[in-house]
């Protein structure tokens, strides 16, 4: 039964959500206005796949900022996108997707092909322009999913682009049970999306039941605070495993 009514919900967040694409398509790209319609749209689908968000410490002020946080699932993206008006660093195969590729391309990430070792200090430079034109970025520094339990070792070549940055903000992604308690194993699994794992056999197993995506902000990061980008990486790293740590020990309700 749970499962049903999750797969129902599901559908109804994503037809609901399908139906704001038209009017968002007429608006001018990149403009206020469709930045409000497209994170409308995140929170709808996020609540359609049994999300709860709660966003717990406080967003940098201002334009120009290297958000770098931990990532789970595809679902990071709706969570991350219903909160913050921000462009994502994406995986260039993506732009390729169909109809989700065109969808894609006209929310205007930074595409990125992590594959091409030689093509880096272009990408690099791609996000260096959008931070130095008043943009911000989302960019998961693991460069692919883990499985909630621990965090990747961060790819420092995208830190490249920092020297950017006017700050950079670590969040801690952690979903957890909707009270705020940890997460069961095999509901961590199931929300996890890691290895060849089909996306529509991942959604249906995240819509099956009610999650707490709690997206925490920590303070930001002067990036001329760090002589290499490097020791810039492993700061931010360890902000965020510590915080995602703590999350899961507090009680029941805290912010």
């Known amino acids: 039964m749970a ?8 559908v109804a967040g994503a037809l609901w959500a399908a139906a704001a694409v038209p009017r968002w398509w007429l608006q ?26 709660a966003v717990r410490g406080d967003r940098a002020p201002g334009g120009g900022i290297l958000f770098v946080a931990n990532h789970i699932s595809w679902a990071d993206i709706v969570v991350l996108g219903s909160v913050l008006d921000a462009d994502f660093v994406s995986k260039a195969d993506i732009a390729a997707w169909p109809l989700i590729g065109r969808l894609a391309r006209r929310l205007g990430p930074v595409f990125v092909d992590r594959e091409r070792r030689h093509h880096v200090s272009g990408q690099a430079e791609a996000i260096r322009q959008r931070l130095l034109a008043g943009g911000s970025v989302i960019l998961f520094p693991e ?13 420092t ?6 020297d950017a940055a006017r700050l950079i903000q670590p969040i801690a992604l952690v979903y957890a049970a909707p009270d705020g308690g940890a997460l069961p194993p095999n509901r961590l699994d199931e929300i996890a999306w890691t290895g060849d794992e089909a996306l529509l056999q991942n959604a249906a197993a995240l819509a099956r039941g009610a999650t707490l995506a709690i997206v925490r902000l920590l303070p930001p990061i002067d ?3 760090f002589p290499d980008r490097k020791m810039l990486a492993e700061h931010a790293r360890a902000a965020i495993a510590a915080a995602c740590a703590r999350e899961i020990t507090l009680p029941h309700g805290s912010t």
Not at 3 to 10: I, V
Not at 30 to 49: C, H, I, N
Request: hydrophobic content about 50%; proline content about 5%; glycine content about 10%.
């Open 3 to 10: 499962r049903m009514l999750g797969r129902s919900r599901a």
């Open 28 to 53: 001018k790209p990149a403009s206020a206005a469709a930045g409000r319609r497209v994170r409308r749209v995140f929170a709808r689908l996020a609540k359609g796949f049994g999300l709860a968000i």
């Open 143 to 155: 460069g692919t999913t883990a499985d909630g339990r621990a965090l990747l070792p961060f790819r």
């Open 157 to 162: 070549s995208l830190f490249a682009a920092a």
């Open 223 to 225: 990036p001329c605070a």
